[in-house]
């Protein structure tokens, strides 16, 4: 593990902007009860806030693995590698309760949020095989925190911050709790300044090479969303 991969800038920039992401989503939904019959009332009263807040877990939750995947090859084999194939495992989970919110919520729009929590309520617990991943939920960030103390990655206090993200709640349409919000301050506290000094790091790409490929990636980015919304 001696590359940098997916690069200094992917990785930095991406440790600092995800945990923002998570957090202001958290936030948005604050006022409503941690359980998914009050989620999806509040949906259906409140779409475009609790849409906003749900799409910013959702963004933020897959812009973490590059973030992760950097900071695994910081800390180097071992306890790096253990810590980011378990938190990686992990963020994909979340990602798949990512994608049961959104048709839960595409349920309420259809059929009012009485109908939505019966069907919730009818297949909550129903088999999927990603479920195993929950433990990684768990066990990813201490994992990769204590890699990150061991290897003098973090200090002690950052490290215990970062393992404190195993504290936020994982499954599908979970509101936000003072747990929630402690889990997310703590993974902020180790990445976001983490992030900066890796994107102010020598050597920096050059004034040609951010000119190039800015608009580049700008153009490739929004091509996938047109590409994506068409299905």
């Known amino acids: 593990m001696t590359s940098d991969f997916p690069g200094r800038q992917a990785g930095g920039a991406t440790m600092v902007v995800a945990p923002l992401l998570l957090l202001a989503g958290a936030l948005l939904r604050v006022p409503y009860d941690f359980f998914?019959?009050?989620?999806?009332?509040?949906?259906?009263?409140?779409?475009?806030l609790l849409t906003a807040s749900?799409?910013?877990?959702?963004?933020?939750?897959f812009l973490l693995w590059?973030?992760?995947?950097?900071?695994?090859?910081?800390?180097g084999p071992g306890w790096g590698l253990a810590g980011g194939l378990l938190t990686m495992s992990g963020l994909f989970a979340r990602v798949f309760h990512a994608g049961a919110d959104h048709m839960a919520f595409r349920l309420t729009d259809a059929m009012g949020a009485g109908l939505a929590t019966e069907v919730v309520s009818e297949?909550?617990?129903?088999?999927?095989?990603?479920?195993?991943?929950?433990?990684?939920?768990?066990?990813?960030w201490p994992v990769l925190a204590f890699g990150a103390w061991r290897a003098q990655v973090l200090g002690p206090v950052r490290a215990l911050a970062l393992a404190s993200a195993a504290a936020l709640p994982l499954g599908v349409l979970k509101g936000t709790t003072p747990l929630s919000l402690v889990a997310l301050i703590g993974l902020a506290i180790a990445?976001?300044?983490?992030?900066?000094?890796?994107?102010?790091?020598?050597?920096?790409p050059s004034r040609a090479a951010v000119l190039r490929?800015?608009?580049i990636t700008l153009a490739a980015v929004g091509l996938m969303v047109?590409?994506?919304?068409?299905?």
């Open 36 to 48: 998914y019959p009050a989620q999806l009332a509040a949906h259906e009263s409140e779409p475009a």
């Open 54 to 61: 749900y799409a910013l877990i959702a963004v933020g939750t």
């Open 66 to 75: 590059p973030a992760v995947a950097l900071f695994a090859t910081r800390i």
């Open 123 to 140: 297949t909550y617990g129903a088999f999927q095989p990603l479920s195993f991943l929950n433990v990684a939920i768990l066990a990813g």
């Open 191 to 204: 990445f976001v300044p983490y992030g900066f000094a890796v994107l102010t790091a020598h050597p920096r």
């Open 213 to 215: 490929w800015a608009p």
């Open 226 to 231: 047109v590409l994506g919304q068409a299905g």
